[in-house]
């Protein structure tokens, strides 16, 4: 059974920075597209940050120049790093993967930044 399981949420300070991490298991084939989402309180999930298996990356206007999103395809392992971060930008952090056809996602971890 193929499954995403994220890491590195936290507790940060306004400005700070943070590392997530999702690792597939279950699967040996790297995905074909591997993203970052997030949701907070009553609001709709959004995408962050994608990208594909040869390195191509997508960002939404709100992360640009501050996040950068990274895979490991021997590891099956995509990353966010997150920096200058800012209260706006607390919510649950969801990862997904594509394998193709089926979409997979992660549990969440949560990411909370203080004023």
């Known amino acids: 059974q193929v499954q995403l399981v994220e890491s590195g949420g936290g507790l940060v300070q306004a400005g700070g920075s943070l590392r997530l991490s999702c690792a597939a298991a279950?699967?040996?084939?790297?995905?074909?597209?591997m993203g970052w989402y997030r949701q907070a309180p009553g609001q709709q999930r959004e995408m962050v940050a994608t990208?594909?298996?040869?390195?191509?990356?997508t960002y939404a206007d709100s992360v640009k120049g501050r996040f950068t999103i990274s895979r490991d395809n021997v590891k099956n392992t995509v990353y966010l790093q997150m920096d200058s971060l800012k209260p706006e930008d607390t919510a649950n952090y969801y990862c997904?993967?594509?394998?193709?056809?089926?979409?997979?996602w992660g549990q969440g971890t949560q990411v909370t930044v203080s004023s």
């Open positions: 997904k993967g594509l394998l193709w056809p089926r979409d997979y």
């Open positions: 990208i594909t298996s040869s390195g191509m990356t």
């Open positions: 279950g699967t040996r084939s790297s995905f074909n597209v």
